[in-house]
């Protein structure tokens, strides 16, 4: 749809809205559900769409330059939120009797012309590869320099899945050697096998960079092939080409070279090794019992130089005090950092982040101030978290995983909102992963309550399970899922709905267009934090903590004994 056009819809969908809302009692606003207490219902109702609107207007403003993390702008961002909390009488659960939790981290950029791969065979002269078209690499130690020449071993999907019987690794010892691997998972379409279509963690890139540094590798040479990685080389390159930050001390980032080359480098490679055609070998590598790690009689050669930036960034973190002061505390989570500034752009270089996260932390400060105002307090502690770095891999929450405010057995679940965009009321609910907890009936009696129909993820295969801070929680142990919507909306066919995403995916998201606009609607927003203010109250109410259902991926870590 025509931008013109789609905001003067917008404008008469609020004009409209304005006028039912005025003459709804606000309770209406939250469905009567058993076990929600009156005064709790009332202070769900209480959430104000224009408040939601108040708060992401500041956060997207020039003003905060895109709230990069270890930026003067992602200070201020989470200066406001802290004052928001304080504002609204939450206690301080970061650092020190603070709102503040420290978040120590560093920026590795590398250096592209000091910088120096090469393909040593065992007989024949080295072949040099070209940084930037032909491969791309970050030392993730954080290290200014770094040296060495090591064996190549090709480690198929670089997987080790017992659930599905699958080890790419079997017999190989990876201590000091390179891992050549192919992105993405083997194809299947039994959902008994990787899922099928969906993509699990094992198919993302960080897995494969986490599981070669577990087993001692020096460096992984991801495999780029357009319609395995979902994007081309340009995405790799452009995003290989600004600096990338780590956790200090984060004991899974220790590649030298966290690497991708480029298909026919793969290719130049394993016909090197006496491999033939390098589709043939994927296809191979992709069945059952079909593959085998091998060792090439091939070296890569790198010298690596980085410019690395040392910071601290912070989460801000607030608490409701529960009526109750046993555990079962309820954390919500939305990150409040963005991508910062760009100033080799021409034109418009802020990244505002107004869809992607102020939004998220509108509804998480709305919420802070529903819960904190209530005139009943909630059964439990309810703990709220404006995370950073998000965008640089989840770094702010894994952190918080690492150091949670109180231990993780105490922490009943985990309700995360990531990037709802304002565009009028939704029908549908996404709450992907919530089906695999215990918890999942009383989520799908509030979502019926609400008349928000539950929908899949509407596209699996980007594994959006993976790619928020839900699952930085979800892998210590705390069931988590992320809040979404889905694509129909009030007023609208599904056809819209899906447009608009299209639409906003296409030409803002992580575009410095993803700004404020006072037409957008907010009402949406409003309505996704009172649904997960009946969730968070209704979990903090059960007799008992809420687990994963066994066999789930993350039920090991919560039964794990707590190491606090
Ligand atoms: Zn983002």
Redesign the pocket.
């Known amino acids: 749809m025509h931008r013109k056009l789609f905001f003067a819809v917008m404008a008469a969908g609020i004009v409209a809205a304005a006028f039912i809302h005025a003459q709804q009692p606000a309770a209406n606003l939250v469905p009567a559900i058993a076990g929600l207490p009156p005064a709790a219902r009332a202070a769900a109702a209480s959430i104000d769409p224009e408040k939601i609107r108040a708060h992401v207007r500041f956060l997207a403003l020039d003003l905060l330059e895109g709230r990069g993390p270890g930026t003067r702008g992602a200070e201020l961002a989470a200066e406001y939120i802290a004052t928001q909390f304080a504002l609204d009488g939450l206690e301080p659960a970061g650092d020190s009797g603070t709102y503040f939790q420290s978040v120590p981290l560093y920026a590795v950029h590398t250096v592209e012309d000091k910088t120096k791969f090469s393909l040593a065979p065992a007989t024949g002269l080295p072949v040099e590869l070209a940084y930037g078209t032909e491969i791309v690499s970050k030392d993730q130690t954080g290290q200014a320099a770094a040296d060495f020449d090591a064996p190549i071993v090709f480690a198929g999907y670089g997987i080790h899945a017992p659930e599905y019987n699958w080890d790419d690794y079997a017999g190989v010892d990876l201590k000091g050697k390179v891992a050549l691997i192919i992105v993405n998972q083997p194809p299947s379409s039994d959902v008994k096998f990787f899922k099928a279509k969906a993509l699990t963690y094992y198919g993302r890139w960080t897995y494969k960079y986490e599981e070669a540094a577990r087993r001692g590798a020096v460096g992984v040479l991801l495999i780029h092939r357009t319609d395995l990685a979902a994007y081309g080389w340009e995405v790799v390159r452009n995003s290989q080409a600004v600096e990338k930050s780590y956790l200090e001390g984060d004991p899974s980032a220790t590649l030298r070279a966290a690497a991708w080359i480029q298909h026919d480098v793969a290719q130049r490679l394993l016909t090197m090794a006496g491999l033939g055609d390098l589709d043939q070998v994927i296809d191979q590598a992709g069945k059952p019992g079909a593959f085998h790690a091998i060792e090439f009689p091939v070296r890569l050669r790198a010298h690596i130089e980085s410019r690395v930036r040392r910071y601290v960034s912070a989460n801000v973190v607030g608490r409701v005090p529960g009526a109750s002061s046993a555990s079962q505390a309820v954390l919500y989570t939305a990150h409040y950092d963005h991508l910062g500034i760009d100033p080799t752009l021409k034109g418009d270089q802020i990244f505002n982040g107004a869809a ?2 102020g939004t998220g932390c509108g509804i998480l400060l709305e919420l802070a101030r529903a819960y904190a105002h209530s005139s009943v307090r909630p059964p439990h502690a309810v703990y709220f978290a404006s995370v950073t770095a998000e ?1 640089q891999n989840l770094l702010g929450s894994q952190y918080l995983g690492l150091h949670p405010p109180i231990p993780t057995r105490q922490i009943a679940l985990d309700l995360n909102y990531d ?1 709802l965009l304002p565009i009028g009321v939704p029908r549908e609910v996404n709450v992907a992963g919530a089906e695999r907890m215990d918890f999942w009936p009383t989520v799908q009696r509030v979502a019926k309550a609400f008349d928000l129909a539950v929908v899949p993820d509407p596209n699996p295969g980007a594994g959006h399970a993976y790619r928020s801070d839900h699952f930085s929680l979800a892998r210590t142990g705390i069931p988590a899922f992320s809040i979404g919507q889905g694509n129909l909306f009030e007023g609208h066919d599904l056809a819209w709905g899906r447009m608009q995403g299209e639409d906003f995916v296409k030409h803002h998201y ?1 575009q410095p267009s993803d700004e404020y606009h006072p037409d957008m609607d907010f009402r949406g927003n409003a309505k996704m934090a009172r649904f997960g203010f009946v969730l968070g109250w209704l979990a903090s109410e059960q007799p008992k903590s809420i687990d994963w259902l066994p066999g789930d991926e993350f039920e090991a870590a919560r039964k794990a004994p707590v190491a606090q």
Do not use: G, P
Request: net charge negative.
């Open positions: 992607d996260n965008e990037m992580h």
